[in-house]
């Protein structure tokens, strides 16, 4: 009798010792999980915040917002259209976003899976640009050619 008792102990401490690894490993798990989550959280934040940052900067890069055409996407480019591009800042833009090209009166940026957000906080901040940028780099364009008239 006294074995059977120790053996039905045993069989406790046994099952009650395999609840709590799992239930350890269940809590790592989680943990592990919810780490995870927070890390990639955090780090589409700093994508966002550079979204926001370079779309301010470039927005009056551009000759004012009379000289934009259109903004469009395609997969994971934005695509800028001029009306007149010799007014833009090509050194501007690339000291913002180096590597775009300029197709003529198309400038293209490869900005990857967020292209559409890129887009849309571009419009928005194109928007908030005065058209007195556009005015201001043609009077200066015909200050310079004044003086090399002259």
Same mark, same amino acid.
């Given at each position: 009798m006294p074995n059977e008792a120790n053996d039905s102990k045993v069989g406790?401490? &046994?099952?009650l010792a395999v609840v709590i690894v799992i239930i350890l490993v269940a809590l790592?798990?989680?943990i592990r999980i919810l780490? =995870?989550?927070a890390k990639k959280k955090k780090a589409e934040e700093? &994508?966002?915040k550079t979204i926001a940052s370079s779309t301010s900067q470039l927005a009056d890069k551009f000759g004012g917002k009379a000289n934009? #055409? =259109?903004?469009?996407? +395609?997969m994971s480019r934005v695509t800028v259209i001029v009306k007149n591009p010799t007014i833009i800042d090509k050194e501007g833009i690339n000291s913002i976003l180096p590597g775009c090209m300029y197709m003529g009166s198309k400038i293209v940026f &490869?900005?990857?899976s967020d292209s559409e957000k890129f887009k849309k906080l571009l #419009? #928005?901040? &194109?928007d908030k640009v005065k058209n007195d940028v556009?005015? +201001?780099r043609a009077v200066i364009g015909s200050a310079f050619f004044d003086v090399i008239r002259n």
């Open positions: 406790l401490y &046994v099952i790592f798990l989680i780490l =995870k989550n700093h &994508v966002d934009i #055409e =259109k903004i469009q996407t +395609s &490869v900005i990857g #419009e #928005e901040n &194109v556009c005015k +201001s």
